[in-house]
């Protein structure tokens, strides 16, 4: 972190990692899950058969941080509404404790069928109030070409608390003018990049390639968070492989590539 960051933080944001795309940010007393996928190995069906080995998802368990912090969840953020981003075991643990959520405008109508308690929708470039800060919809796009018009609507959010690291949550997406004027205009002090290259049967990926991952983490103007790997079956990137793409780009002191149940401080 730069010093000038350092100067201005009054207080450590801790991003806790749970495994793909779920995750906690700690900060000022508030504790904020990102797209929970909650239920136990297994309990979803494989999301390719013939591409990749035909497991059930998730293919690991939840780790035993998880259940530390779940009972201190004050706020909730989703990005789009897929079966790894907040399947029905996250469904039901929302609902019972009544966690406000935060969510893309175009996803507001399907969450309240499902009884979230939806507190604030996010709209593409407009920045709204949130827990004493901002959060602003940013467009992804769910892969190359084709897929991502059946891959539905996604959303990635610039999010700054007051007294924290600006966070950049890019979500499926692969590299667009978006990331490319967030980086530009926004300048987050940390990135969190979807780095499994997911792909289904057919189709081209659903999430960046192994060029675009690296091309995010060279262009990114602050620290990186490399996740969504090794939790769903479609996703091939392994933590080892991009790490030693990282390593030979000299960018390992920037880029994280958190193993599951792992814990951040910035």
């Known amino acids: 972190m730069r010093l000038e960051s350092l100067q201005k933080h009054v207080s450590n944001m801790k991003i806790h990692h749970f495994r793909n795309a779920t995750m906690v940010i700690e900060a000022n007393n508030h504790f904020i ?13 494989p999301f390719t058969f013939f591409r990749f080995k035909p497991v ?26 897929h079966p790894d981003h907040i399947d029905k075991p996250a469904e039901d643990f929302l609902k019972e404790k009544n966690i406000p959520v935060f969510c893309s405008v175009k996803d507001e109508k399907t969450f309240s069928k499902k009884g979230l ?26 892969g190359y070409g084709f897929v991502a018009k059946p891959a539905g609507n996604v959303m990635g959010f610039f999010i700054q ?7 950049y949550l890019s979500s499926d997406t692969i590299y667009t003018d978006a990331v490319d ?31 675009d991952i690296l091309k995010f983490a060279k262009n990114a103007p602050g620290k990186v968070i490399a996740n969504h790997m090794e939790a769903v079956n479609h996703c091939p990137t392994k933590r080892s492989t991009l ?13 994280f590539i958190p193993e599951d149940g792992e814990t951040l401080t910035f």
Not at 33 to 45: A, F
Not at 58 to 81: A, G
Not at 243 to 255: A, F, M
Request: with cysteine; glycine share 6%; charged share 20%.
């Open 33 to 45: 899950l990102v797209d929970p996928m909650l239920g136990p190995k297994g309990s979803l069906p």
């Open 181 to 211: 004027r967030v980086f530009r205009d926004y300048k987050p002090e940390v990135s969190i990049v979807a780095a499994g290259s997911a792909q289904f049967d057919i189709f081209k990926p659903l999430l960046m390639t192994m060029d």
């Open 243 to 255: 790490r030693t793409n990282i390593t030979e780009l000299s960018l390992l002191e920037k880029v």
């Open 117 to 142: 308690n939806i507190v604030k929708t996010i709209e593409y470039w407009t920045k709204s109030e949130f827990l004493g800060g901002s959060i602003e919809g940013i467009p992804a796009q769910h």
């Open 56 to 81: 059930k998802n998730p293919i690991v368990e939840l780790p035993e941080i998880s259940k530390t912090f779940l009972d201190k969840i004050t706020h909730c953020v989703i990005t789009h509404n």
């Open 161 to 167: 608390l007051s007294h924290q690291p600006s966070i």
